[in-house]
């Protein structure tokens, strides 16, 4: 079985320019996932799909693979993340046969145990019934308690055009619990991709991890920071 890593890294970021080169704690974002993946004890290659020959170069002196850039018509704000996946495949299949697993590791959530990415493959391949492994955290607040803001600025309760706001303030516990997609980790079928045309499917094995932040604002670059700088042994677990 050949396991796979692939790290999308586009240049033309707006929220925070030139993201995925941006210093964090004194290494460029990309390198933490590119560790993340090198420490990983089943990932058997990490491939980078990006449409800059700079982060592709910097990639390979970390021992990533760079072996392709990304088309510009799929690295704008508006592309998918299968774009970019069926790309990675069609260029494989000219030159091997198919990986068998595919993991997505975004640059954007840099904080990660490879331990756990190892426990995300895992979980994928004992359970063959399902089209793919995605990781969540559990919200601090259920969506069912959440809004959406409709005509005349009035609030209305989130997937529906009425309601009464009032039973959104019933204690959290008489909700259910609703998770976010954070990732942390995804583990993809290379042949379901290829297949059903679509990376993720109807049968989504959900992988719990601990809370996590994405990176798209300054802000959230301060706030991992200063987590970084709380909990030294998250960066060290990574480079040493």
């Not at 030139?18 to 993946?37: E, F, T, V, Y």
């Not at 021992?63 to 998918?80: H, K, N, V, Y």
């Not at 309760?157 to 009032?166: F, Q, S």
Request: charged residues 25%; hydrophobic residues 40%; proline residues 6%.
């Amino acid at each position: 079985m050949e396991i796979i890593a692939v790290i999308p890294a586009r240049s033309g970021s707006k929220g925070v320019v030139d993201k995925n080169m941006r210093h964090l704690s004194g290494k460029p974002l990309i390198d933490w996932s590119i560790q993340a993946c090198q420490r990983s004890r089943l990932i058997d290659r990490s491939i980078i799909s990006t449409d800059s020959l700079s982060y592709a170069a910097h990639a390979q002196k970390l021992g990533a693979e760079a072996p392709f850039l990304r088309p510009a018509e799929i690295s704008g704000d508006t592309s998918s993340d299968y774009e970019f996946i069926d790309h990675l495949l069609d260029f494989l299949s000219h030159t091997q046969a198919l990986p068998d697993v595919i993991v997505h590791i975004r640059p954007t959530t840099p904080v990660r145990d490879p331990e756990v990415i190892d426990s995300a493959i895992q979980e994928f391949i004992s359970n063959p019934s399902v089209t793919s492994l995605r990781s969540v955290h559990m919200m601090p607040e259920s969506a069912y308690k959440c809004f959406e803001i409709g005509e005349a600025n009035l609030l209305q309760p989130l997937g529906k055009k009425t309601g009464n706001l009032d039973t959104a303030n019933q204690p959290r516990q008489l909700f259910p619990q609703t998770y976010v997609a954070n990732g942390y980790v995804d583990v993809l079928s290379a042949a379901f991709v290829k297949e059903k045309k679509m990376i993720h499917g109807q049968k989504v094995l959900a992988f719990e991890t601990p809370v996590t932040v994405e990176i798209d604002t300054e802000d959230d670059f301060d706030y991992i920071e200063f987590q970084i700088s709380r909990n030294i042994k998250v960066k060290q677990n990574l480079f040493g």
